[in-house]
């Protein structure tokens, strides 16, 4: 179990104590891995969420993070490893400023003044807010928000990070920036595992793996090709592939298959 | 017509350590009946925009006429006044006072707006409407409005149970309380009261924000379904495939001014869309495969299927 980062086994989550909208779950997730968690609203992905990051507690079942059980006597153990970025950029600015921000993790961990400045300032850098240091958030877009509630997540130097739908509030523009800088965190420390839940199908493509929830239960699991191949499982449920695998699948009804895996590939390969 | 701007301006906090111009030189008609997208980056002046339909805000400078009342940036008499101040200036440039008699012509043609009829008239959604309710009950909630503009409890029942109707949200949802409702479910009694009102004119400042694919596809459709009962629909939205599926017309915005108006068809054939716009998915495809030298008639193509087709027709003939 030395690779495995998350292990839920036979976890169930119940708001009301009637209707499970977690049912019977079992995964690994093993360190280091991109994930992509999709599905409707209600369909269990964000309680998933909070079950991983210790927010809720599940009804039956175990989740261990590296090893440890999730529980009440290991959850200030395992709490440094975690970190999440949530939906709505405005309900987690804390500082007065940008900087004020990222220094309210560090603050909590008890960092010296005087070691905490260059920190700030390098994680400022590395989700490129190192202009903006002394504004206020009204001075931020949502994009430039996120980012620094990211930084600020980073500072805390964590082992898994969970974005819950991080970019469902933000413009293109704000979810562009925040999507190529989940891929540069990615590139950039290969020990850390990063779950992105998203609505967003086309964001999910350069995940190592993509899980499907519905109704409380892992619907799909697989790598993005092996599930978006699979067009009419997910249709079923009212979900649609990325367009890369949309125009494959048009192709393939006109006698033409294409052997792409990526947008760019598939630009080549249809008009060299 | 439903709504024409001519040479609006606006400033926030004019004379102020904060002010900042957000709309410059606004000439707009949007057609009675239509379902008019707005679209534009962050701080392109959307949202400013669509707040002056119902004089949430008031122009600079220029007019806006909604349903032939006119919103002015000062009274009507006195705003008259000073556009014939400034036509006889001796100060002002020719094209400041052909702009002044436009609008002094305009402003004569038509009276002022009363702001209880045009706030009943225009209805405006803003994003996450659902954190506007505050009743105890769902039918309660949606009776508020009609109360307000002077309805009797009855005739505000009866307009908020059609109201309800319309949305999809049926009398067993009455006696609930709005809290206890879905995200979705909370969403559509927020619309059902803004319904209520019986606005001619509903406008949409993201309203599918933060909704999964499923629900909004589905309160796209409701909104085009009250569209085609004969409401004028304006939405401000960042999702062109919102734009591309629903919308009859689209206004491009860009830093304050109305960089064009067309068709959405029009629109995402014939740009690329780096600058102004995020394109959907398949045309930002389509014309990075134009650009690759691939003759497509975009203009012809609605999905993949059909650039399945059209490229193996091409292909085909080489």
């Known amino acids: 179990m030395k690779n495995i980062a998350i292990s839920l086994n036979n976890v169930s989550y119940s708001y009301d104590k009637k209707n499970d909208v977690i049912k019977n779950v079992s995964l690994n997730i093993e360190k280091g891995k991109f994930i992509s968690v999709i599905g409707h609203n209600g369909s269990g992905k964000s309680t998933f969420a909070k079950l991983i990051m210790g927010l809720l507690e599940p009804k039956e079942g175990e989740i261990k993070i590296f090893d440890l059980p999730l529980d009440g006597e290991h959850i200030s153990q395992i709490r440094p490893y975690l970190g999440i970025v949530f939906q709505n950029p405005d309900n987690q600015f804390i500082g007065a400023t940008v900087r004020d921000d990222i220094a309210f993790g560090l603050e909590n961990q008890c960092y010296p003044q005087n070691e905490m400045d260059p920190l700030i300032e390098e994680y400022a850098a590395r989700v490129g807010m190192s202009e903006l240091l002394d504004k206020e958030p009204g001075n931020l877009s949502g994009g430039q928000k996120q980012r620094v509630a990211i930084a600020g997540v980073l500072a805390m130097h964590p082992k898994i990070i969970v974005f819950d739908e991080a970019t469902?509030?933000?413009?293109?523009?704000?979810?562009?920036?925040?999507?190529?800088?989940?891929?540069?965190?990615?590139?950039?420390?290969?020990?850390?595992?990063?779950?992105?839940?998203?609505?967003?199908?086309?964001?999910?493509?350069?995940?190592?793996d993509v899980i499907v929830f519905n109704e409380g239960e892992i619907y799909m699991k697989g790598k993005p090709e092996e599930v978006f191949l699979e067009a009419e499982k997910l249709r079923s449920i009212r979900l649609d592939s990325p367009l890369l695998y949309r125009i494959k699948e048009a192709f393939l009804l006109e006698g033409i298959k294409l052997k792409s895996k990526s947008i760019e590939d598939l630009k080549e390969e249809i008009w060299p | 017509m439903a709504v024409k701007f001519r040479h609006v301006n606006f400033t926030y906090s004019p004379k102020s350590p904060f002010e900042h111009d957000a709309l410059f030189d606004i000439n707009l008609e949007i057609d009675k009946n239509s379902f008019t997208a707005v679209i534009g980056h962050t701080g392109s002046g959307k949202s400013t925009l669509i707040q002056h339909i119902n004089a949430l805000l008031l122009p600079t400078s220029g007019v806006v006429n909604v349903n032939q009342s006119l919103i002015t940036p000062v009274r009507i008499r006195k705003y008259r006044r000073k556009l014939e101040k400034i036509i006889k200036s001796k100060k002002k440039t020719n094209e400041e006072k052909d702009i002044a008699k436009s609008l002094l012509e305009e402003s004569n043609k038509f009276s002022s707006y009363k702001k209880k009829k045009l706030r009943s008239e225009v209805g405006i959604v803003f994003q996450f409407p659902e954190y506007q309710l505050f009743e105890e009950t769902v039918l309660k909630d949606v009776s508020f409005g009609p109360r307000n503009f002077g309805k009797s409890k009855e005739e505000a029942l009866n307009l908020a149970k059609e109201a309800l109707n319309r949305v999809g949200i049926d009398e067993t949802y009455y006696e609930r309380s709005p809290f206890e409702l879905s995200g979705g479910e909370k969403r559509r009694v927020a619309i059902a009261g803004i319904l209520a009102m019986k606005p001619n004119i509903l406008i949409l400042d993201e309203p599918t924000a933060g909704l999964d694919p499923l629900s909004s596809q589905k309160m796209m459709e409701l909104f085009f379904e009250i569209y085609k009962q004969g409401i004028t629909i304006i939405l401000v939205t960042h999702d062109m495939n919102h734009v591309l599926n629903y919308a009859t017309h689209v206004v491009v915005m860009k830093d304050g001014k109305v960089e064009r108006k067309t068709t959405p068809r029009e629109l995402f054939a014939n740009i690329k869309g780096e600058d102004v716009i995020s394109l959907p998915p398949l045309y930002k495809f389509m014309h990075e495969l134009a650009d690759r030298g691939c003759p497509l008639k975009i203009d012809n193509i609605n999905n993949e299927k059909d650039l399945a087709k059209a490229i193996k027709e091409i292909k085909g003939h080489a």
């Open chain 1, 168 to 208: 469902a509030m933000l413009d293109p523009q704000g979810k562009e920036d925040i999507n190529k800088l989940i891929k540069l965190m990615k590139k950039k420390n290969k020990e850390l595992t990063l779950i992105t839940i998203t609505h967003n199908v086309e964001e999910t493509q350069t995940s190592d």
